[in-house]
């Protein structure tokens, strides 16, 4: 069950290079089925080499080494992602396995060779300052701050020097350095002509002993910003919802856990399971499927507040990490509140209107746990124990009964894959 829930493409190959397992992502990350998948040969999808050299190279990985490299994959129809796979060979009851967990890289690596293409393109500002005053600026200046080429220095210094940002009383601060004949580097946020903001590296030296005359090199790296901050934001958050990932959470969570031991408010963690979501992608296709996370994800978003933490976990599962509580039952009606909506109808495009409900797990701070991590793992068995009493409902830990605020999504009741039923049957 871990195993298929697994963030990352998990992938368990035996020793003649064929598929024995694998979790859910590395299916979606290939675009094929489970069934499809498992017993296939690793050729399937890896075309880096030939079948008989993916064999040997397998069969010669040693025991307990671990390692990492990037390669390419294929997917089910045809489009080829570059991916990044850990590795380990292990032997369980005397089976050799090799466990590989697989990472579709295609959109960082498109971002970093964009940003080296950027990089090796950009035109470099130059301006010369003597006295805190700029006595020469190349065209490239001009062009950078938005003035028009035939315009004066004296045009020029309103951009370098406004208010709430003295470029030269900064470069200033740094004089020991110049005098020291050390060269000075900063990234400032400038603006324009029109004011829009601009990002710039700066690097500078010294033109006399006195450091009063002095070199600067200038480049726009506004857009090397933009590519940073969206790097960042991939690393942090779920490519098919756009929601938060684990790594995001935990982060927040801690977060979370300090400021209410500042101010001795409840914190609450839910973890939520899509209640026949399985049936419904293997009935109706990945694409469905994905289209169903994604409208599910929309609707736990409206459901929570403006602070609360919204997660992807991987598969059909979400966590909510819900601080600042006002008291222990405001996370159950926030919970509630969420399932509800979930229980609404989905339109698959052609396929029509799908019913699925969800389970949810709740654990507490400080009442249940005092950690980030065992509130995670409380709120996952509370999730289970509310599917094993019989789904669509709330259960919090520490409460044997289940919290179900209604029998069902509506007049029509759902089978285990989505499909509607007629009541009664």
Same mark, same amino acid.
Request: contains cysteine; aromatic residues 4%.
């Given at each position: 069950?871990?195993?298929?829930?697994?963030?990352?493409?998990?992938?368990?190959?035996?020793?003649?290079?064929?598929?024995?397992?694998?979790?859910?992502?590395?299916?979606?990350?290939?675009?094929?089925?489970?069934?499809?998948?498992?017993?296939?040969?690793?050729?399937?999808?890896?075309?880096?080499?030939?079948?008989?050299?993916?064999?040997?190279?397998?069969?010669?990985?040693?025991?307990?080494?671990?390692?990492?490299?990037?390669? !390419?994959?294929? %997917? $089910?129809?045809? &489009?080829?992602?570059?991916?990044?796979? @850990?590795?380990?060979?292990?032997? *369980?009851? =005397?089976?050799?396995?090799?466990?590989?967990?697989?990472?579709?890289?295609?959109?960082?690596?498109?971002?970093?060779?964009?940003?080296?293409?950027?990089?090796?393109?950009?035109?470099?500002?130059?301006?010369?300052?003597?006295?805190?005053?700029?006595v020469w600026a190349n065209r490239a200046i001009y062009r950078m701050f938005g003035l028009p080429d035939d315009a004066s220095l004296e045009a020029l210094a309103p951009q370098l020097a406004p208010e709430a940002l003295d470029l030269t009383a900064r470069l200033e601060a740094r004089r020991?350095?110049?005098?020291?004949? !050390?060269?000075? %580097? $900063?990234?400032? &946020?400038?603006?324009?002509?029109?004011? @829009?903001?601009?990002?710039?590296? *700066?690097? =500078?030296?010294?033109?006399?002993?006195?450091?009063?005359?002095?070199?600067?090199?200038?480049?726009?790296?506004?857009?090397?910003?933009?590519?940073?901050?969206?790097?960042?934001?991939?690393?942090?958050?779920?490519?098919?919802?756009?929601?938060?990932?684990?790594?995001?959470?935990?982060?927040?969570?801690?977060?979370?856990?300090?400021?209410?031991?500042?101010?001795?408010?409840?914190?609450?963690?839910?973890?939520?399971?899509?209640?026949?979501?399985?049936?419904?992608?293997?009935?109706?296709?990945?694409?469905?499927?994905?289209?169903?996370?994604?409208? $599910?994800?929309?609707?736990?978003?409206?459901?929570?507040?403006?602070?609360?933490?919204?997660?992807?976990? =991987?598969?059909?599962?979400?966590?909510?990490?819900?601080?600042?509580?006002?008291?222990?039952?405001?996370?159950?009606?926030?919970?509630?509140?969420?399932?509800?909506?979930?229980?609404?109808?989905?339109?698959?495009?052609?396929?029509?209107?799908?019913?699925?409900?969800?389970?949810?797990?709740?654990?507490?701070?400080?009442?249940?746990?005092?950690?980030?991590?065992?509130?995670?793992?409380?709120?996952?068995?509370?999730?289970?124990?509310?599917?094993?009493?019989?789904?669509?409902?709330?259960?919090?830990?520490?409460?044997?009964?289940?919290?179900?605020?209604?029998?069902?999504?509506?007049?029509?009741?759902?089978?285990?894959?989505?499909?509607?039923?007629?009541? =009664?049957?």
């Open positions: 069950m871990l195993l298929a829930a697994a963030a990352d493409g998990v992938h368990v190959l035996d020793h003649d290079g064929r598929l024995v397992e694998m979790s859910d992502t590395f299916a979606e990350m290939l675009g094929w089925s489970r069934e499809a998948l498992l017993g296939q040969h690793v050729s399937t999808w890896d075309h880096s080499d030939s079948a008989e050299h993916l064999t040997e190279r397998i069969r010669s990985f040693p025991l307990g080494e671990r390692t990492s490299f990037q390669t !390419r994959h294929r %997917r $089910a129809d045809g &489009q080829v992602i570059d991916v990044e796979i @850990s590795r380990v060979a292990l032997t *369980i009851d =005397g089976r050799w396995l090799l466990y590989c967990a697989s990472r579709d890289i295609t959109r960082r690596l498109e971002l970093e060779a964009q940003q080296t293409a950027m990089l090796d393109n950009e035109v470099m500002g130059i301006l010369r300052l003597r006295e805190h005053r700029v020991s350095d110049l005098l020291a004949g !050390r060269p000075v %580097r $900063a990234q400032l &946020q400038m603006h324009r002509l029109d004011g @829009s903001p601009i990002w710039i590296d *700066i690097q =500078g030296t010294r033109l006399s002993a006195d450091a009063r005359d002095t070199l600067w090199v200038l480049a726009d790296i506004s857009a090397l910003k933009r590519y940073q901050d969206e790097i960042e934001h991939l690393a942090m958050h779920d490519a098919l919802t756009g929601l938060p990932n684990r790594r995001l959470l935990e982060d927040r969570l801690g977060q979370g856990l300090a400021l209410s031991r500042r101010d001795g408010q409840p914190l609450a963690v839910a973890y939520i399971d899509l209640d026949g979501f399985k049936g419904v992608n293997d009935r109706l296709g990945h694409a469905a499927g994905d289209l169903l996370l994604q409208d $599910a994800a929309r609707r736990i978003l409206e459901g929570v507040r403006e602070h609360d933490t919204v997660c992807r976990m =991987g598969g059909d599962e979400f966590v909510l990490l819900l601080p600042v509580l006002r008291h222990e039952e405001e996370a159950e009606l926030i919970v509630q509140r969420v399932l509800q909506a979930l229980r609404r109808p989905y339109s698959l495009a052609a396929s029509g209107a799908v019913h699925v409900t969800a389970s949810a797990g709740l654990a507490l701070y400080p009442l249940d746990a005092h950690d980030g991590e065992a509130l995670l793992r409380l709120a996952d068995a509370a999730l289970y124990q509310a599917k094993e009493a019989g789904r669509n409902q709330l259960t919090r830990w520490g409460r044997p009964e289940a919290r179900q605020d209604q029998p069902g999504p509506g007049p029509e009741t759902e089978d285990a894959d989505g499909r509607e039923q007629p009541a =009664g049957r």
